[in-house]
């Protein structure tokens, strides 16, 4: 295929490489990842630093 997205080429690895247990990997880089670029511009920031 042409131009795929990202997300797109690693549904695609997931699922023919049968690679299920990356996928709760994935989901906890997004989600404190999330929370890094939350944490930068919030008022609740030292609440946050505080957590780790």
């Not at 990356?22 to 609440?47: E, K, N």
């Amino acid at each position: 295929m042409g131009n795929k997205s990202l997300l797109f080429e690693l549904w695609d690895f997931l699922r023919i490489r049968k690679a299920w247990w990356l996928t709760p990997i994935i989901i906890m880089l997004i989600l404190v990842g999330g929370l890094i670029i939350f944490g930068q511009s919030s008022a609740l920031s030292p609440f946050i630093y505080a957590l780790f």
